[in-house]
């Protein structure tokens, strides 16, 4: 159960980071992409920050998720100077893909008779977690 504390520090990270990665794209120049932080989870220690990343359109998600791993000394610096008054230590960044869009989608595709996963068993090889 997180604490009140890592709540609030989630919540702050959530909504810079947001902020940080729009800057960012729109300084790349990059346009037809949504990248939006649907989850920030803080360790009780407040070391760790795992950023949930919903993006639109799904199709280069993981590319999109690597490169914002790649740049992320560069995106913690900008949150660290954004926070520097609210937070003692910026917590550690790990970035990952959240798909849970894309799966309410297929889900709603099923129920509408387009997707079957009874007739189709693949589709439900995508969601299984090793």
Do not use: W
């Amino acid at each position: 159960m997180e604490s009140n504390r890592q709540k609030k520090i989630a919540g702050i990270l959530q909504k810079d980071l947001a902020e940080v990665i729009q800057l960012e794209l729109k300084a790349a120049g990059t346009q037809n992409l949504i990248i939006s932080v649907t989850k920030v989870r803080v360790t009780p220690d407040l070391l760790q920050a795992k950023a949930h990343l919903s993006i639109f359109p799904s199709e280069k998600s993981e590319q999109i998720v690597e490169e914002i791993r790649a740049a992320k000394s560069k995106i913690k610096h900008e949150v660290a100077q954004r926070t520097k008054n609210q937070l003692r230590r910026m917590p550690e960044l790990s970035f990952f893909n959240d798909d849970s869009i894309e799966y309410i989608n297929d889900l709603e595709q099923a129920f509408k008779g387009k997707n079957d996963p009874i007739k189709n068993p693949d589709l439900l090889d995508k969601r299984k977690k090793n």
